[in-house]
C-alpha cells in the first residue's frame, strides 16, 4: 500500500467538516447579507461547496464533480482558472397564470472556471447563485478540446448537512417513482430518496434539497452515505447505457437548496421558477386556466372501465353527459379517459398497441368534440402511454394535430409503469428499457410539450418526470401528478392518510402544480377507510394544492345531491395573483390565502392532519379598509375524519383586513372560505 | 392514472412484511431445524424470500429479481415450474492451510425454478441452502431461448430485517473502498455499505450479510431505501457498461447470511468458504504459510522512498540486511516494494509505466533472489498496479515468468486508484475506466490468481475486489488486504482506534484472511496519535487476525532493540488446526485460541477496545490431562494506548484443561499466550 496517496486522501477526508480547508476560493453572498454559499478547493485540489446562514454552517463542505464512463474522473488537480465579479440581479417578471403574478428575481451571480493542472488540463465551470431565499449552483461544461462528448457515470455532488434536524422525504428508484407517502425522520434515517426533499433544523430554519431546469439530462436523486450526508445519485441511463451523455458546451440543472426561517415562508419561496429561463413561447394565453370534470373516479370506483365492452366508460352518451353538466355548473372541461383503442389488453406489456388516433367505436369523437363546442367547453385529450414513449413519439404529430383539429386545449398524458420499464427512443433512434426520470425520458417529456406547444396545447403529465420548473419557460407545461393524488382513496391500501396533504404542501408541492384531483363528496369508496377527510378539507383542498386545473373528481350524481359544497367548487378560482402562506408546520398544517386573478376577491384553505387545530389568523393580507363578506365552509362540531366528514357548516359573515378568525379545524378536517369584496365598502 | 396496475401494486406493497402473502412456495430447513428460508410468490407472480430461526423472523419477505438493460425486467409474472427435493449434505473437508484444518460442511439444499407465464416466459432458478449457520441463496439463469446474453441493469435482491438492532458497516462507493473505519448505529442509520455487514438484533441474534463465490459479476453493495430495508446495489460496469453481462447458464454469487447466537459464534462460522468450491488447483503444497519482514514501515515513516534515487529504500544493501536478519530470526520471506521501474512519477496517473520485469539499477535482483534461496528465505515479489489492470494483464506472463524463475512464491499485488479510476480490460480487449469491484476487475483479480497458480505463485492483494471465500477454490489466494491496516498508525488522519481491530474480528475478518501487518514496537509514528495499542496488543494480533502469511512490519532495529516482545512474533505459527473464539463482544474485545497445525501448541489472543477489561477463560480447549507451559504476555500494571503501551509483563506458569485464567487487558491492551506443550506430562 502506498502512503502517499492513501495518506493525502485521509487527511484530505479528515478536513472535510472542519474550518481546516483552504480560505475560499470564491464566496457568493445573497442579496440581503443573509446567506452564503462558497466554493473551496483543498490542497489536492478537489473543489467542495459549503452554505451558511448569518454565518451558521446549513451545508458543511460537500464534494462537487464527475465520473465519467470514458475518461479520468474530473474532481481533483483543480486550480481556479477564472472567475466573474459578482453581479447583482433584479427583475420583475410575470407569470402568464399561476399562483401568483409577478416575481421578484433578485439575486447574486458569478461563474467560475476550474482547470485541472496535470493530464488533460479539462475546464469545470460553476455558475453560483444566491438569493433571499435559497442558493444554487449549476456545473457549466465549456467547449475545450480534450472534453467534447461527455459521458457522465456518476455526479458526485453531495448535500453534507451540517448539523441534525428532521427529514421528511421518499423513497427513489422504487416501483412508480413518485406515489409513496412522505417519510419523517431525522436525517441520519433518510435512506434512498428522491427530491424534493424538506429539512427542519432544530432552530426551525426550514431547507429544501431540489434540482431546477431538468433538461436533457438525468433526474438526481439523493442517497445518504454515512451520517447527515447525502450524494447525488442519478437516474440510470436507459439500457445500460452511462447516466448522461452530452456533447459540450451545456450546463447542468441548479442543484438547489430553498432556505426559508420557517415552514410558511418555504412554501411561499419561488427559488425554483427564478432559476429557470424565461417563457419561450410568447403568448400563451391560449392555454385558459379551468376546472374540469370527467369521467375518472367512476373507473377507479369500479363502476365503469376504460376498456371496451358493456362497462366502457367512455361512450358517447356518457361524454355527453358530462359536457351538459360542465356547461351547466360553469367547468371548463371534461376529461374523458378510455377513450381510444389499446385499453383491451396488459396496459403495460401491451403498450404499443396504444392509438392516440382511434377511438373505441361507440366514443363519437368529432360529435363529442363539436357538441362541446357548442356549449362552450373543451374536451381534455387523453393518452396514456404505458410509459411506452417510443411507441408515443411515433404517433405524436398526427395525434397533437388530431386533438388541435378538434379543439382539445390540454392533454393529460400518462406514463404507468414499473421501475426501468419505460419503453424509450434514445437520440440515436434506438428503442430501449429506462427509468422515468433518466434522460432519455426527461427529453422525451419535454418534446411532447414543446411538440403540443406549435399547436396550442397544454400538457399535463402523470407518472411524469418530476417537476423542476420548466412551466416558467413552457408555460404549456401546466401541471403534472408526480405525487399520490385522490384516486389512493379509492383502492390503495392504505389510502392517503390525514397527514398526506399537509406533507405534500411542503415537499412535492414545493416543486410546484399538481393534479391531485380533489373535491370527493361520497367519501366511501371501494376501500374500507374511504376518503379520510372532511368535505370541509376537499373544498379546501382547491385552495391549498395550486393547480391551473383542477378537477372536481367526484361522479356528477354527488355534486347533484350535495349543493352546499358544491358551491365552493364552482366558485373558487384557478388563477391567483397573489399567495400568502400564512402559518403552518410540515406534516401538521397549513393555511394559504390566495387572490384571484382579475378579481378582487380573497380564497382561503386550511387543513390539517389527525389532529384538530384552532387557529387564530389575522385577516391582514386584505386590501385595508375595504369589506368583504367571508363566504366560510368549516368543519361542523361533530365533524371528524371517521366519523362524520360530511359534517360542514357553511355560515357568511363580514370582515376586514383589522378583523381576526379563529379557524377551528376537526380531526382530518379543514376551512375554506371565500372573501368576497364588497362593493363600494372603502 | 390507472387504478388497475396501481392498485395491485400498493396491495402488493401493503402485504409484504405481513403474514398476508401466499404461502410459501418453498421452505427449507436447515439440518438442525432452527433456521429457516422459505421463498413466496405474491398474487402478482412475484417472488420474495424470508428467513426465520425458530420460528421468529429474522429476514422479513424481501424481493428478488433483475432489471436487465436490454429486456423487460424479470421479477414478475413468476409461476413455479419445477422443484427438486431437499437433499442433505454432509461432509468433510481439508484446508491446505488456514484457521482451521478440517471443517464440516452440512447443509440441506434445493433448487427451484420460476417461470414466467406470459410474454417471454423466461426462466429463472433459485438454489437454497440452510445450514446451520446460516442460510444461502443463489439465482441460476438457465440455458433458454428468450435469455441469452443476460444484461443485468441492477439486481433486486432485498435484505429486509425483520426487527431493530445494531449494525457495523463501512460505506461503499467511497475513494479505496473498503479503507474506512467501522460505524456502529441503528440497522436504521445505515447508508450505503459495503458487505460484509454484521448486525446484532436485540435478542443477541447475531448476522452477518455478505456474499460468496463472487466470480465474473460485479461485487454486491447494500444501500438501506427505507426502515431497516436494504437493497442490493451492484458495483457499476466498467466505460458505463450494464453491471453484469453474461451469457447463460450461469450462477450469480451466493447471497448469504450468517447467523449466530452470539458474536462468537459468528467469527467461528466457516459458512462462507462451505459455499465456494472445492479445490480447483490440486496439490498446492507449495505455498508454505510464513512470517515475513520487509522493506515497507520505512516507506510509511519517511525513512525512505518508494522512488528511485539517494532515499530509494529498496536497494541491494537493504535487501540483504533483511535477509540476513529474516533468516536469522526464522522469518520465511522478505517483502520489498520499490524494486520496480514505475514510481518515480505518479503512481495512480502514470500507472502505464509502472514494469513488472525491470528493477531499478540499484536493486540486484538477481543476486538478491540467489542470496535469499542461499539462506533458505523468499522474497516476496510485488507488483505494484495503481489499478491499471490493463498494464498490469499485457505484462502478466513475463512477470509472473520472472518471479517464477527465481523462485518467488508469493506475490503482493496493489491497486491504488480513487473510486471508479480502475483501468480495466474488458473480456472485449476495450480499456476502461472502473470501480474495483465491478465485473471486469473481479474477472482480472481471479486471472491473476489462475496465472499466478500456474506457475506455483500465490497472491495476495492489496486494494483488492473483497473475500467472498474464493481461496477455498483457489488456495493460493492466500490473504488480502481490505480494510484499514497498519499503516494507517503511520500516517492515518486519524490512525487506527483502539475498537478498530476488534470491529474487524467480527466483520471485515469474517470473509478472511487479512494482511494486517502487526508487530509495531516503536510506537510513536509520524502522527500525533502513533500506534494506539499496548505491545501486549500488538502480539495478541498474530494471533487474533488470522492470515497464512503475516508481517513482523516494524523496522529491524526496533525488534533487535526489544527481544522480549519480539520472541513472541518469533515463535507464533501462521497456519493452524483449530481455532475457538473464547468470548466476544462486536467492537469491544474479542479472545481466540488457536492451535498450531503439525504441532501440540496452542496460542492464544485476546484483544480490548479503549476500555480495560478482566476476562475469565476456561482452558478446556487444551488436551484433558495433558499440561502445558503458558507463556504469557500481558499488559503490565501501567500499561496503556496512550501512556504506557510498552508496559509489557511476560510471565510462566503451568496451567492444563482444568485451568482458569482471568485475562486482565489494559485501555487498548491485550493479551497473548504460547500454551506450550509439555512432554509427558500426561
Do not use: C
Not at 453531495?158 to 425522520?185: C, H, M, Q, V
Not at 434515517?189 to 424534493?196: F, I, K, R, S, Y
Not at 403568448?283 to 376546472?291: E, I, L, R, Y
Amino acid at each position: 500500500m502506498l502512503s502517499r496517496l492513501k495518506s493525502s486522501l485521509v487527511l484530505v477526508l479528515a478536513l472535510v467538516g472542519t474550518a481546516a480547508l483552504a480560505a475560499p476560493a470564491v464566496e457568493l453572498k445573497s442579496p440581503d447579507g443573509r446567506l452564503s454559499i462558497a466554493v473551496s478547493l483543498d490542497r489536492d485540489g478537489r473543489a467542495s461547496y459549503s452554505v451558511s446562514r448569518l454565518g451558521k454552517p446549513l451545508i458543511a463542505p460537500s464534494s462537487l464533480g464527475f465520473l465519467l464512463a470514458d475518461a479520468p474522473k474530473l474532481d481533483r488537480g483543480f486550480a481556479l482558472e477564472s472567475r466573474t465579479a459578482a453581479t447583482e440581479h433584479d427583475e420583475r417578471w410575470e407569470q402568464p397564470w399561476g399562483e401568483q403574478q409577478f416575481i421578484r428575481n433578485r439575486y447574486k451571480e458569478l461563474d467560475l472556471v476550474l482547470r485541472e493542472q496535470e493530464g488533460l488540463q479539462r475546464r469545470l465551470g460553476l455558475r453560483l447563485r444566491a438569493y433571499d431565499d435559497g442558493v444554487a449552483l449549476r456545473y457549466l461544461f465549456p467547449e475545450q478540446p480534450n472534453l467534447k462528448q461527455v459521458q457522465i457515470g456518476e455526479e458526485l455532488t453531495e448535500f453534507n448537512i451540517a448539523s441534525p434536524g428532521t427529514a421528511w422525504w421518499n423513497t427513489a428508484f422504487e416501483w412508480d417513482r413518485e406515489e409513496y407517502l412522505y417519510k419523517r425522520t431525522p436525517i441520519e434515517q433518510v435512506g434512498l430518496a428522491q427530491t424534493p426533499m424538506t429539512l427542519r433544523m432544530a432552530d426551525g430554519v426550514h431547507l429544501a434539497l431540489h434540482e431546477a431546469a431538468l433538461v436533457d439530462y438525468a433526474g438526481m436523486n439523493l442517497v445518504r452515505v454515512e451520517d447527515r450526508r447525502l450524494k447525488a445519485q442519478l437516474t440510470p441511463g436507459s439500457g445500460g447505457q452511462p447516466k448522461v451523455v452530452r456533447t459540450a458546451p451545456f450546463a447542468t440543472p441548479w442543484r438547489m437548496i430553498q432556505i426559508a426561517d420557517s415552514a410558511a415562508r418555504l412554501a411561499e419561496s419561488r427559488l425554483m421558477l427564478n432559476l429557470n429561463e424565461p417563457n419561450a413561447l410568447g403568448d400563451v394565453s391560449w392555454f385558459k386556466p379551468m376546472k374540469y370534470v370527467g369521467i375518472w373516479w367512476e373507473m377507479h370506483q369500479n363502476l365503469s372501465t376504460w376498456s371496451s365492452g358493456p362497462t366502457h366508460g367512455a361512450t358517447t352518451a356518457n361524454a355527453l353527459r358530462h359536457i351538459d353538466f360542465a356547461a351547466r355548473h360553469g367547468f371548463g372541461g371534461v376529461l374523458i379517459e378510455g377513450w381510444n383503442k389499446g385499453w383491451d389488453g396488459n396496459w403495460v406489456a401491451d403498450s404499443h398497441k396504444f392509438s392516440f388516433t382511434e377511438p373505441y367505436a361507440d366514443f363519437d369523437l368529432e360529435r363529442i368534440t363539436a357538441y362541446a363546442s357548442s356549449k362552450g367547453v373543451q374536451l381534455i385529450g387523453h393518452h396514456e402511454t404505458g410509459a411506452n414513449a417510443a411507441n408515443y413519439e411515433r404517433q405524436l404529430g398526427p395525434a397533437l394535430d388530431l386533438y388541435a383539429r378538434l379543439g382539445v386545449g390540454s392533454i393529460k398524458t400518462g406514463y404507468v409503469a414499473d421501475a426501468a420499464q419505460a419503453k424509450v427512443l434514445g437520440s440515436d433512434g434506438v428503442e430501449r428499457y429506462g427509468w422515468h426520470e433518466g434522460q432519455d425520458m426527461v427529453r422525451h417529456h419535454l418534446k411532447v410539450v414543446q411538440e403540443a406547444a406549435k399547436r396550442r396545447i397544454a400538457i399535463n403529465p402523470h407518472e411524469p418526470v418530476k417537476d423542476t420548473g420548466l412551466r416558467r419557460t413552457y408555460p404549456n407545461w401546466i401541471s403534472r401528478e408526480g405525487a399520490r393524488g385522490q384516486e389512493y382513496n379509492a383502492w390503495g391500501s392504505p389510502g392517503n392518510p390525514p397527514e398526506h396533504e399537509v406533507n405534500l404542501v411542503f415537499t412535492r408541492l414545493l416543486s410546484a402544480p399538481m393534479d391531485f384531483t380533489p373535491g370527493i363528496l361520497a367519501m366511501k369508496t371501494q376501500q374500507p377507510a374511504g376518503v379520510v377527510t372532511t368535505w370541509a378539507k376537499q373544498l379546501a383542498l382547491y385552495v391549498v394544492i395550486y393547480s391551473p386545473i383542477q378537477m372536481a373528481a367526484d361522479l356528477l350524481d354527488n355534486y347533484e345531491k350535495h349543493p352546499l359544497p358544491f358551491e365552493f367548487i364552482k366558485q373558487v378560482p384557478v388563477d391567483w395573483s397573489e399567495t400568502r402562506v400564512l402559518n403552518g408546520e410540515v406534516g401538521d398544517y397549513v393555511t394559504i390565502a390566495r387572490k384571484q386573478r382579475g378579481g378582487e376577491d380573497w380564497y382561503l384553505g386550511a387543513i390539517t392532519d389527525e389532529h384538530p387545530r384552532s387557529l387564530e389568523l389575522k385577516l391582514d393580507f386584505l386590501e385595508p379598509g375595504a369589506r368583504y363578506r367571508a363566504h366560510i365552509y368549516r368543519d361542523g362540531p361533530r365533524a371528524n375524519y371517521t366519523t362524520a366528514r360530511e359534517d360542514l357548516v357553511v355560515e357568511r359573515r363580514e370582515v376586514g383586513s383589522a378583523s381576526r378568525l379563529v379557524l377551528r379545524l376537526a380531526p382530518g378536517g379543514g376551512q375554506a372560505i371565500r372573501f368576497e369584496k364588497l362593493a363600494g365598502a372603502r
